[in-house]
């Protein structure tokens, strides 16, 4: 095996262009590895994001050839090609600059789709009780644990296509919070993801699915807030 990945980075902004590194080869190295090394070796000047380096926060989210992926949860030598790693930033997202994408129009569509917690009660209320056994916290439950990475949104052909498309993530976000038993506002989430760029832009061709890091399916929250749009939220499972 060669002792060298050759690395293809881009650079810039949107009309940026791939710049060629060659990388030393280390055992059980990651893509974020690479990055790192580029930007510490190589060039300073790189861009890029990344916190944890253990696959829990999600920001080192870039496109690894052509697939929007976690670059510090992903291997080199699962994904090279001919001894090759093209890195780039995520898809449907505005650069910043080389690998950095501008977050605000995902986060924007979260707030479109009514993604935050509204209270049925005040501090001063007993707790509600919550079983978890019940079928709304187990649709809840299913999809708490995004964690607005974005790989979903990047894998959409409906963002791509559709710029005002909410999104896997924003819709999954508004599932969860339908099945919730403490949020007042259930009516407002049918009203957002009934509107054009909501639920039933969803061609449901599971890409969203198929490339979440975590394992969530946000195309069956989709489908769920479909049913739920056309059969008002008395159709909620208890």
Known sequence: MAEIVRVRVWRGGAEGQFQAFEVPRRANQTVLDLVTWVQREADPTLAYRFACRVGMCGSCAMTVNGRPRWTCRTHVERVER????????????????????????????????????????????????????????????????????????????????????????????????????????????????????????????????????????PTRAIAGLKRLALGGAKRLPK
């Open 82 to 217: 001919d001894g090759g790693v093209e890195i780039a930033p995520l898809r449907s997202l505005p650069v910043i600059r080389d690998l950095a994408c501008d977050m605000t129009v995902f986060f924007e569509k979260w707030q479109g789709a009514r993604g935050r917690f509204a209270p049925s009660q005040t501090r001063r209320d007993p707790l509600p009780a919550i079983k978890p056994e019940a079928p709304a916290r187990q649709e809840a439950d299913a999809g708490i644990e995004c964690i607005n990475c974005a790989v979903c949104y990047a894998a959409c052909d409906v963002v791509a296509r559709k710029p005002d498309y909410l999104g896997p993530a924003a819709l999954n976000r508004a599932w969860t919070l339908a099945n919730d038993g403490r949020d007042s506002e259930r009516e407002e989430i049918l009203t957002r993801v009934w509107r054009d760029g909501g639920a039933f832009d969803c061609h449901s061709h599971g890409s969203c699915a198929e490339h979440c890091p975590v394992g969530l399916e």
